[in-house]
């Protein structure tokens, strides 16, 4: 082939080939760090970027986004007992500032010397944390373990490039033995404290049911009370009328000149009347001889005096 026609298709090639190597497309989420001659230069943003070929080189793509990574150590407590902890830890790069950039770039080797690192600070800030409390204590500060290690290592993340977002610690456990003893100790605290309700619950039923039969007792008594009352104003009523009834009959006999001995004599005949008809099978022994009958009547009307008498003299 004639070198004359040759070598213009070598200079579109190589034209081509330095338009292809001048544009870059950094995928979203993710940052490019550019070095020149192995210095770092400048960083490239999401989107299509220009560089200058064969000069400028993409030395390492860091991705922006949230990554996590789950832990899992062990730490012993002031009082010598081993707690186990399952961990997830959420991290990511603290901004997009070149000055960031450097430090995820060139702080650590690669990706697996960053996480040794992580891991371990985390761990050991953990730890230190735990050795300060006792085994009791640790499950009751799941909160303040997590605040701690964020205090304790955000500022050292920070000059790494890297910031924590969230701890969590999704498991706690202790040996066997422990378990099993604070087990116990729980069932033994909800049977005291089941215990000590149902006691409540009876003293107060008792309290109720002593307040309600002291209740009755005393709405019995004033309506006991209030019955005689009652029964008495009617008894005086009753007597009262009839006395009234008794001054009346009495001084219309003496009108008519008529024994006043009568009126007992109707009362006496009214009563046995009284018994037959309301004795409800009842035996009542009465003497209804002649003379019985005016030995009672001579009763009555002594009663009667007798009564009269009581009267003129008050």
């Known amino acids: ?123 050991g800030s953990i730890r230190s944390f735990v050795a300060t409390r006792k085994q009791a204590e640790v499950l009751t500060l799941r909160r303040d373990i997590v605040e701690y290690v964020k205090e304790q290592i955000d500022k050292t993340l920070e000059t790494w490039g890297y910031h924590l977002q969230d701890l969590q610690l999704n498991d706690i456990t202790f040996d066997e033995v422990i378990m099993k003893s604070m087990s116990q100790v729980v069932a033994s605290n909800n049977l005291k404290a089941a215990a000590e309700n149902e006691g409540q619950a009876l003293l107060i039923t008792k309290t109720k049911a002593a307040e309600a039969e002291g209740n009755a007792i005393k709405i019995a008594a004033n309506a006991e009370r209030e019955a ?57 022994f009465l003497d209804g001889s002649a003379d019985g009958m005016q030995k009672s009547m001579n009763q009555l009307i002594g009663m009667t005096r007798l009564s009269d008498t009581g009267k003129n003299k008050l």
Request: proline share 2%.
């Open 1 to 123: 082939m004639d070198p004359a026609k040759i070598f213009p298709l070598i200079v579109l090639f190589l034209a081509a080939l330095v338009i292809i190597k001048s544009f870059v497309t950094v995928q979203q989420g993710t940052i490019a760090v550019i070095t020149v001659f192995g210095k770092f230069r400048r960083v490239m943003l999401p989107g299509l970027n220009f560089k200058i070929p064969f000069i400028e080189a993409i030395y390492k793509k860091i991705s922006i986004q949230n990554r996590s990574v789950e832990l899992e150590f062990q730490a012993t407590t002031i009082d010598q007992a081993n707690v186990y902890f399952k961990a997830m830890l959420l991290y990511s790069v603290l901004n997009q500032n070149e000055e960031t950039m450097k430090n995820v770039a060139f702080k650590f080797v690669g990706e697996k010397d960053l996480m040794q690192a992580l891991i371990r600070t985390v761990e």
């Open 228 to 284: 005689a009352q009652m029964r008495g104003q009617g008894v005086a009523l009753f007597r009262e009328e009839v006395a009234k009834g008794m001054s009346v009959a009495a001084k219309e006999m003496q009108n008519a000149n008529l024994d006043a001995s009568m009126i007992m004599f109707s009362m006496w005949t009214e009563a046995i009347k009284h018994f037959s008809e309301n004795g409800k099978g009842n035996v009542i």
